[in-house]
């Protein structure tokens, strides 16, 4: 019996979910962030590249705070947990 692949809800929970289609929402999502709110895309590949060379690292999520990573790291107020990359200043 074929099963039809779960459609995006906005008040499911991930297990709800088809997990390709909310890991390609989820990069939609950071695609589309507003640009004062994201990293230079240098600086996100930067981010990446630590959080890939980190042992917390665990499908995609950081075990120290729980979040995913690729959000994390392309928004500019947000930093590492365990201070590997930091915030960026923010002009007032």
């Not at 230079?40 to 075990?63: H, Q």
């Amino acid at each position: 019996m074929k099963t039809e692949p779960k459609s995006m809800c906005r008040k499911c929970l991930t297990t709800d979910m088809d997990e390709r289609q909310y890991f390609e929402n989820l990069h939609s999502y950071i695609a589309n962030l507003d640009d004062d709110i994201k990293v230079r895309p240098l600086l996100y590949d930067e981010r990446i590249a630590v959080c890939k060379g980190c042992n917390l690292l665990a499908d995609g999520m950081c075990r120290a705070c729980g979040c995913y990573v690729e959000l994390r790291a392309a928004m500019r107020t947000k930093s590492c947990p365990y201070g590997r990359w930091k915030a960026e200043k923010t002009m007032s």
